[in-house]
C-alpha cells in the first residue's frame, strides 16, 4: 500500500472517528438545551396548518390535487398539512442537492429523487418547509412547469423574505420569520434536531463548535433553501 493510500485511509478513519464522537456528544444532552429560543411554538404551528388546509381546501374543491413534498425538511410539515386537507388528494415527492466547492449554496441545484408519475393536466401544489434565496424552488417550478401542470402553486412554512435573491411567487406562508437559523419540525442541522415540536433558533455555539471540533469531517452541505450557520446570522445583530 502506498503512503498516499495510507494517508487517505487514516484520514477517513480519522473523520469517521470525529463524526461518530460528535453523535455520541449530541446522544448525551437534550437536543433542547442547543436551542436560543423557540421562534414558533407547537400550537401556533397547528393551528398555522390547520388553516392553510382550510386554504388548500377551498381552492381546489373538486379538482385532481398532487401535493409533492420537497425533501427533506418538509416531510413533517407535509404529513400534517395533508391530514388538514379534506379533500380527495395524492402525494409525490422530490429531493434536490446544491453542488459545487462551496459550503453555501451556488444557485445550482440538481434532481436527486424525481417524482414516481407524471403530472400533466394534474394541480399541483409544491409543499415546501423554509424559503430564503427562492433558487431551488426556481429551479423546480421551472422544471415542472415543463411538464405541463394544469396549475402549479407553492405553500411554504416558513419564509425568509429578506434572503430572497430571485423573484418568486408564493401562494401561501404560513410565517415569514427573521434571518436566522431555524431548526425543528423537519428542519436540521448535520441532520438534528428534526423531531422537536416547535421552530426555535439554533445556539450559534453549537454550529461553532461543530466547526472546530470537525475540521476533517467531511460537512453535508446544508439544504439550498437555508444558509449555512455561518452566514446566518441576522445583519441587524
Known sequence: MSNQVQEQSSEQSRAEKEARTERENHATRSLIDDVARILIDAEAIQERVKELGRYIDEMYAGKDLLLISVLKGSVIFMADLLRAISIPHEIDFMATSSYGASTESSGVVRIIKDLNQPIEGRHVLIVEDIIDSGHTLSY??????????????????????????????????????????????????????????????????????????????????????????????????
Do not use: M
Request: overall charge negative; proline content about 11%.
Open 140 to 237: 423546480l417550478t421551472r422544471i415542472l412547469e415543463a411538464r405541463n401542470p394544469a396549475s402549479l402553486r407553492i405553500v411554504t412554512l416558513l419564509d425568509k423574505p429578506e434572503r430572497r435573491e430571485v423573484e418568486l411567487d408564493v401562494d401561501w406562508v404560513g410565517f415569514s420569520i427573521p434571518n436566522e437559523f431555524v431548526i425543528g419540525y423537519g428542519l436540521d442541522y448535520n441532520e438534528l434536531y428534526r423531531n422537536l415540536p416547535f421552530i426555535g433558533v439554533l445556539k450559534p455555539e453549537v454550529y461553532t463548535e461543530t466547526q472546530e471540533e470537525s475540521c476533517h469531517q467531511p460537512k453535508e452541505k446544508p439544504s439550498p433553501e437555508q444558509p449555512s450557520p455561518e452566514s446566518s446570522e441576522p445583519a441587524s445583530e
